[in-house]
C-alpha cells in the first residue's frame, strides 16, 4: 500500500494529454484512499488514478479545474453523497471494474451538474433488472453512458419506467440478472479425440490386394509390416485412397509380373541349359 502524499503528487509524471489537457498520472501505485490532493492546488483537468485499491471515491478538495477522473480497476463501492459539491465542473468519469453493485449507489453522481460521460462497465451493477435505464433517469445531463450515446426514446422510457418512487425502490431491491456460462467442451476429451487416430478396416477386395502384397514383396520387412497390418484389421496407410478396383487391379498386375519374371527366368535356364550342351558335345562333333 502506498499512500497518497503531497510528495508522490509532485513527483508523478504530469503532461499534456492527447486532447491538450493538463493530466496528473497516479495509476499503478496500490493506492487504496484519496487523499491530499489539495497538494494539486488545482492544476490540472485531468487525474488518473487507475490501477489502484481505493475503495471509496470521497474525501475529495475543492477542484473547480478537474473535467476528467480516470478510476478504472479499483475497488470502489461507495460515493460521497456530496461528490458534486467539490467537483463542479466533473464532466467525464470513468469507473469501469470497480465493485459497485446496488442502483441505489450511483444516487450520488446526480450531484454532478456537469457529468455527460460515464463508464461502469464491468461492476455488478450492469446485471441489475433495467440498469440502463435506471442510470438515464437519475442522471439527466447524461449524454453517453458506457461508451454508447443515450438515445432520446431512452430518455422517454426511463422517465415512464420511473415516473413514480415506488417503481424506483422495486427495481433498487430487484436481485440482479444471472447470466449463465456458455457451455464449453471438455478440453481433454476433445483433444484426446482429435488425437486418436481413426481406424480404417480394410474391405475384402483389400484384403486380397494386401495378401497379394505380401505374396509379391521384395523384401522381409515388407512383409512383416503387411502382415502385421492384416492381422490387426488395419488398412496399411499406402492402401489409403485407393479403391477396391485400383487396388484389384494393381495386385493382378504384380501377379501377372511375377508370373513373367519366373517364366522369364525359367526360360533362361533353359537356355543356358542348351547351351551348355552344346558346348559338352561339340569337341565329339570335331572328331
Do not use: C
Amino acid at each position: 500500500m502506498v499512500r497518497l502524499t503531497a510528495d508522490l503528487i509532485w513527483k508523478s509524471p504530469h503532461f499534456f494529454n492527447a486532447v491538450k489537457e493538463r493530466e496528473l498520472d497516479l495509476r499503478g501505485n496500490k493506492i487504496p484512499v484519496i487523499e491530499n490532493l489539495g497538494a494539486t492546488e488545482d492544476q490540472f483537468d485531468t487525474i488518473d488514478l487507475s490501477d489502484n485499491e481505493i475503495v471509496k471515491l470521497e474525501n475529495l478538495p475543492y477542484l473547480n479545474r478537474l473535467g476528467t477522473m480516470l478510476i478504472n480497476n479499483n475497488r470502489i463501492t461507495r460515493i460521497n453523497p456530496n461528490i458534486g459539491e467539490f467537483l463542479p465542473k466533473l464532466h467525464t468519469l470513468v469507473l469501469t471494474n470497480n465493485r459497485i453493485v446496488n442502483l441505489v449507489e450511483i444516487d450520488p453522481l446526480a450531484s454532478l451538474p456537469r457529468l455527460q460521460y460515464l463508464s461502469l462497465l464491468d461492476n455488478n451493477i450492469t446485471k441489475k433488472q433495467n440498469y440502463r435505464l435506471y442510470v438515464i433517469h437519475k442522471l439527466k445531463s447524461l449524454r453517453v453512458l458506457d461508451f454508447k450515446k443515450v438515445k432520446n426514446k431512452e430518455r422517454l422510457e426511463a422517465k415512464r419506467l420511473f415516473d413514480s418512487k415506488e417503481a424506483i425502490d422495486e427495481v433498487q431491491k430487484a436481485p440482479p440478472k444471472r447470466i449463465s456460462p456458455p457451455e464449453t467442451p471438455n478440453v481433454p476429451e476433445v483433444a484426446e479425440e482429435q488425437q486418436t487416430p481413426k481406424v480404417v478396416a480394410p474391405t475384402p477386395e483389400q484384403i486380397i490386394a494386401i495378401k497379394a502384397a505380401i505374396v509379391n514383396s521384395q523384401t522381409l520387412e515388407e512383409v512383416a509390416r503387411l502382415e502385421k497390418a492384416l492381422k490387426s484389421g488395419q488398412l496399411p496407410a499406402d492402401f489409403e485412397g485407393l479403391n477396391d478396383n485400383m487396388m484389384l487391379d494393381n495386385a493382378h498386375e504384380k501377379h501377372e509380373e511375377t508370373i513373367q519374371e519366373s517364366k522369364d527366368q525359367a526360360d533362361g535356364e533353359s537356355d543356358d541349359t542348351k547351351e551348355q550342351k552344346d558346348t559338352d558335345t561339340s569337341p565329339m562333333e570335331q572328331e
